[in-house]
């Protein structure tokens, strides 16, 4: 997978107590092939974070992922699946939204960075939770709280 899965783990941690979304998960074997990570805000769903393993592609686990994740959409009564924004030149995410009947409609981020060594701070910590010693340390900080 592109992230680690104790970075699934720690937003599960996170998301299904409080019933804010949940993290769908493909196996192959033992082997998680693939995962997303959904939110969900009054009657939408965010697709947050879909990923896989690439060695496992060929099996089609992003689909399979896919698949749930919009009928667990549908079980909760949400009437809307957002896909979210895709970078600008990624036909494949592209191609892989319109199979799915998701519109293509333009959206622009602005990011204003009113302390620009908090915000590094900010990004480095964000990528540190996603190791195994980051996911210890945010589990050390919440039971401290």
């Known amino acids: 997978l592109k992230y680690s899965i104790d970075r699934f783990y720690a937003i ?3 998301l299904r107590p409080l019933g804010l979304g949940t993290i769908l998960v493909a196996r192959h074997g033992d082997t ?5 990570v959904l939110v969900r805000s009054d009657e939408i769903v965010h697709d947050v974070q879909l990923s896989h393993d690439h060695a496992y592609q060929h099996m089609r686990p992003t689909d399979a992922v896919m698949f749930g994740s919009i009928q667990w959409a549908m079980a909760q009564g949400c009437h809307t699946f957002d896909f979210m924004a895709s970078p600008k030149g990624d036909d494949n995410l592209g191609r892989f939204k319109a199979k799915w009947l998701a519109d293509d409609i333009p959206a622009a981020t602005y990011i204003v960075t009113y302390s620009p060594l908090r915000a590094r701070l900010w990004n480095l910590a964000l990528r540190a939770s996603g190791t195994r010693l980051g996911v210890w340390a945010v589990g050390v900080l919440r039971r401290v709280r």
């Open 12 to 14: 599960f941690d996170v």
């Open 32 to 36: 998680i092939v693939s995962a997303n």
